[in-house]
């Protein structure tokens, strides 16, 4: 039972932050896509500023790790 | 390394500014300060722009895009046969393209109309072809045909109601004649063709017509007697209107082909020659007898240009120059100068503003932690090889200079993936240790998670730390108190939170925890001093910043994992075609991921991470005063 619950929490901790990275993605690619029809120039910064959402479900992921590195 | 500039001011008599003038932009050194303002058109520049505008209309009009083919080879011949002296040259150039401008303009217009027509005889041929049949055997039995437009939704409605009128004309004792057949068109249109005894001919067209139905007709081009004739003769064009559109797109392409170089040179040139006006009308002062030139010009290339001016115009020359003041470093030009395996990086500061004169150039410190994070990141040999391959052919390759640079940033990956999979004994995930007992150097990364977390939280602290230092450094050149402060207060900060934390490990004796508090009290007066709060949000940002570097040790850890689950594919296939596929269908997908992701992600820790703490930008980029030059990637205004 309590290593389900770690893995319940390691999965958590995975897919809230992924899911809330997948929104904002999605927000930032239209509003991205827009920019670049409009200013082909600015398609390098674009790239970069969808990558920006990316640092929450990678922290997401290492807190993961480490709950199942510590308690499992 | 940002490029050390010169004033340089040329001086000359009157008689000879062209002449100085045209050698300026033939040694394409000088950066001229053109005010942003146009000039006042002269005759000369509206005869020479309308003909500029002209022949890049002939060239898009042409589809002609093969701007790179240009080559110096070209500019120099042609710049040699044609100057552009007198309004007269201009005219004579813009009367001797009259003919094929002409010539064109009617191969388009053609071509335009023809595709008009194509699109409505398509549809015409649609509904002919339909109806074809029916219109056969109904004028072979005698009846007369008539073909209607009307609203999908009435057409039911409207053939009962005229039957019922066709019942005047009709014996009671025969049933009144009407057959029909229709097709629905899009947007509720139908299309009706209905047939009818010659005496009811008239009832049954007035009614059509009072019904709202229109008389549906063949172009007028393939009218004929009848009905019939007309669709033979709309077959007949359906079949020619694409041989000659065949025939248009390859004289077009004929004329793309001779036309286009020839008329994107003589582009070039005229672009050449109003830059030269322009230069003459803005950037040359004039005070009587005289004139003065001043602009830029890096100080290593200085003695070239005074000895090619000297050369060639001896006595009657007088050159200044001079270095500039820290009052005017926001007037200088910026120009990048990089050892030659730095170079590529400078790509990296192309999506930024361009660096101040007085600014850092950060090229160097991203040639030497761009690949390091990145090939951290892949940490596979056998993907470093097949990473350098692609590196070596996008420089082998490829024309643009851009994906040449690319391609020497992607060795500089595949070097240090390299490296990082000795350390992690990694050649395509664990094939290396099953295939030839490959270990690590250092860490397993699919095991030993931990260590290779703090190490990359590690390599985040000397980033920021660098990146902290740097901005420390621009503020004390630039007595710019606030920002060297704030920084020293960071760095000292976040010493002492490393310190406090190591301190609490036990790996370091108690003294040093009365260190990190000193250190701490120091830090906060210094914020203290720049506006508390400010910084102090500056200082927790540092430290988010510094986590951030965890995604290194992260995403290497999804490569290494799915580069070990597409090696398992084969244990739970057998080496079978399927097993084979899958595993390779796997690696070439981690590939990808692993060459975008840690590209993305290293770029992206050096924007936000690093450069935020010390780069500015807003500088002018070193823009010399040159002619074209086909070699150069040269964007259309």
């Not at chain 2, 007198?86 to 109309?113: G, T, Y």
């Not at chain 2, 100068?337 to 007085?358: A, C, G, M, T, W």
């Amino acid at each position: 039972m309590e290593k389900a619950l770690i893995a319940l929490a390691a999965a958590l901790a995975v897919s809230i932050p992924a899911l809330a990275t997948a929104y904002a993605q999605a927000r930032i690619g239209s509003a991205g896509a827009g920019t670049v029809a409009e200013k082909p120039e600015t398609a390098g910064t674009m790239i970069i500023l969808e990558a920006i959402p990316e640092t929450m479900v990678i922290l997401g992921f290492v807190v993961a790790i480490m709950l199942i590195l510590q308690f499992a | 390394m940002i490029v050390d500039m010169v004033r340089v001011a040329v001086w000359g008599i009157g008689s000879e500014k062209d002449a100085i003038v045209e050698e300026l932009h033939e040694l394409g050194m000088l950066h001229l300060d053109i005010p942003s303002t146009p000039p006042l058109a002269s005759d000369e520049l509206k005869g020479l722009r309308l003909l500029g505008a002209t022949i890049l209309g002939m060239v898009e009009a042409l589809g002609w895009k093969e701007w790179d083919r240009i080559s110096d080879e070209a500019l120099l011949g042609t710049r040699g046969k044609i100057r552009f002296e007198s309004p007269e040259v201009v005219d004579e150039i813009a009367k001797s393209l009259e003919e094929f401008k002409r010539r064109l303009h009617l191969l388009l217009e053609e071509r335009s109309s023809l595709m008009e027509t194509l699109r409505s005889l398509r549809m015409t041929h649609q509904v002919a072809y339909h109806f074809q049949t029916f219109l056969e055997e109904e004028v072979s039995k005698g009846k007369c045909v008539s073909i209607w437009r009307l609203d999908h939704k009435s057409h039911a409605r409207a053939l009962s109601q005229l039957r019922s009128r066709l019942k005047v004309v009709t014996s009671p004792e025969e049933r009144p004649c009407l057959s029909h057949h229709s097709v629905q068109l899009k947007d509720n249109e139908a299309i009706l063709a209905i047939s009818v005894d010659p005496q009811g001919k008239e009832i049954a067209e007035d009614f059509m017509r009072l019904t709202g139905g229109m008389p549906w007709h063949p172009p007028d081009e393939t009218k004929g007697e009848d009905i019939l004739k007309s669709i033979e003769a709309l077959e007949e064009k359906f079949s020619w209107v694409p041989k000659r559109l065949k025939s248009i797109d390859e004289e077009l392409e004929r004329c793309r082909e001779e036309w286009g170089p020839h008329l994107a040179v003589l582009y070039f040139l005229i672009e050449e020659k109003l830059d030269q006006l322009t230069v003459k009308q803005l950037a040359v002062k004039e005070n009587g007898g005289m004139f003065v030139i001043e602009g830029w010009i890096p100080a290593e290339v200085l003695e070239t240009l005074t000895a090619r001016l000297k050369e060639r115009f001896n006595g009657r020359i007088l050159i200044q120059w001079r270095y500039p003041s820290s009052e005017e470093w926001h007037e200088v030009p910026t120009a990048l100068d990089n050892p030659s395996q730095f170079k590529p990086f400078e790509i990296f500061l192309k999506l930024l503003p361009v660096p101040r004169y007085d600014e850092m150039d950060p090229t160097a410190l991203i040639a030497i932690f761009f690949p390091f994070f990145a090939g951290c990141m892949v940490g596979d040999i056998g993907y470093a090889i097949i990473m350098g391959v692609l590196g070596w052919l996008l420089r082998r390759k490829c024309k643009r200079e851009l994906w040449r640079d690319i391609g020497s940033v992607i060795i500089h990956m595949a070097c240090w993936s390299a490296f990082w999979g000795v350390a992690f004994g990694e050649l395509f995930g664990d094939l290396g240790h099953r295939l030839i007992h490959m270990e690590p150097l250092w860490v397993e990364r699919s095991q030993a998670v931990l260590p290779v977390i703090s190490f990359s939280v590690g390599l985040g602290v000397v980033h920021v730390l660098l990146g902290l230092f740097v901005g420390f450094l621009h503020g004390l050149r630039h007595k710019d108190n606030h920002m060297w402060m704030e920084r020293l207060a960071n760095i000292l900060l976040i010493t002492a939170l490393i310190i406090a934390l190591v301190h609490v490990k036990g790996w370091l004796p108690k003294s040093f925890f009365t260190l990190s508090v000193s250190i701490t009290i120091v830090g906060l007066l210094l914020l203290l001093k720049v506006g508390f709060l400010g910084g102090l949000v500056e200082t927790i940002g540092a430290v988010g910043n510094i986590l951030s570097y965890v995604r290194i040790a992260a995403i290497g850890l999804s490569s290494a994992i799915l580069a070990v689950v597409a090696s398992r594919f084969v244990d739970a296939l057998g080496v079978s075609f399927i097993g084979i596929f899958l595993a390779l269908s796997i690696h070439l997908l981690n590939l990808i991921l692993a060459v975008a992701g840690s590209g993305l992600h290293a770029a992206r820790l050096h924007y936000v991470e690093f450069l935020g703490k010390f780069y500015k930008g807003g500088g002018k980029e070193y823009k010399p005063f040159a002619r074209k030059r086909g070699s150069l990637v040269w964007k259309r205004r």
